[in-house]
């Protein structure tokens, strides 16, 4: 798997490939007259709260 000429110690990383495309920092901006996008899965709307992340008590049956 490694070159046995050259051993490279685990604390080291090998190199890192080249980015082959910049990451955008932030969307741009949309154009004018645009609606607004579609909630995300963190933006549901109030009719359907989410349990919280450290709920441990049952689904209540319907």
Sequence with gaps: MSDPKRPI???EPGP???D???IPQKEPPLPEGTPD???GP???PAEFPGRG???NEPV???
């Design 9 to 11: 110690p685990d604390h």
């Design 16 to 18: 890192l490939p080249p």
């Design 20 to 22: 082959l495309e910049p």
């Design 37 to 39: 996008p579609a909630p």
């Design 42 to 44: 963190d933006q549901a």
């Design 53 to 55: 992340p450290d709920s």
């Design 60 to 62: 209540e049956a319907i």
